[in-house]
């Protein structure tokens, strides 16, 4: 079975500064792996994929995350984060071969002023 | 690209009367739909997975009574709330998947439940 582990369920960074909001994944197989930002009370937008290739994924609004196989990782950093990044991140895995997801928890990025 | 849909964003209900939430994909044919439920500050649980003019196959622990889903369109998918209770109130959201695509899916806006 596939497992997907945010370790930070808050996380407070100051504008401008940089922040990784890490992700670990469990699977015995090949897996697909995904971040998604959710702002208040709306759905899932797609920050970025990893589905094969270049291990370094760029994304939307400056983000980018990094597949490290040996690790299980896939974080994703962003240089300087602005107020407007304040929202709840997800990191999602789905096994090749199927198309459910499995989700983390979550991590709440905070961006103080 | 790829918007889906999600309709009615908000629903009050009475104890014992069912609601219906559409998901729409707007600009493009969904091969399979998801419905995911979350609880507040938690993640999405996967409820069930819809595929169109066939039965959704439900997760180990959903209700297919309490929660049916008709996928009568390639564009259109809707969750049926049955004889809705509080411990219904919930965020329900539904994603799409295109086929060719692989395994991405394109995610509704939600909709926020609330069973009185």
């Known amino acids: 079975a596939q497992s997907v582990t945010q370790l930070d369920s808050q996380v407070p960074v100051f504008e401008e500064a940089p922040v990784e909001l890490r992700c670990n994944y469990s699977?015995?197989?090949?897996?697909?792996l995904f971040w998604y930002v959710q702002y208040p009370n709306q759905g899932l937008q797609l920050l970025l994929k990893?589905?094969?290739?270049?291990?370094l994924v760029k994304g939307i609004n400056g983000f980018e995350a990094e597949f490290n196989k040996s690790q299980t990782s896939f974080h994703l950093r962003k240089p300087s984060v602005h107020i407007s990044d304040t929202a709840e991140y997800f990191c999602?895995?789905?096994?090749?071969?199927?198309?459910?997801?499995?989700f983390g928890t979550g991590t709440r990025l905070k961006v103080l002023a | 690209g790829a918007v889906v849909s999600q309709h009615p964003s908000w629903v009050i209900c009475k104890s014992g009367t069912s609601v219906k939430i559409e998901c729409r994909s707007l600009?493009?044919?969904?091969?399979?739909m998801f419905w995911y439920r979350q609880f507040p500050k938690q993640s999405l649980m996967l409820m069930a997975t819809?595929?169109?003019?066939?039965?959704?196959?439900?997760e180990q622990g959903v209700e297919k009574d309490k929660f049916l889903i008709n996928h009568a369109s390639l564009t259109l998918s809707t969750l049926t709330v049955t004889s809705a209770h509080p411990e219904d109130s919930s965020f329900y959201i539904c994603?799409?998947?295109?086929?060719?695509?692989?395994?991405?899916?394109?995610f509704g806006a939600g909709t926020r439940l609330s069973v009185l």
């Open positions: 600009d493009f044919q969904a091969t399979t």
């Open positions: 994603s799409a998947r295109i086929g060719g695509q692989g395994n991405i899916q394109y």
């Open positions: 999602a895995v789905s096994v090749r071969g199927t198309y459910k997801y499995i």
């Open positions: 819809s595929n169109e003019g066939s039965k959704a196959t439900y």
């Open positions: 990893y589905l094969s290739g270049s291990t």
């Open positions: 699977s015995s197989v090949s897996v697909y």
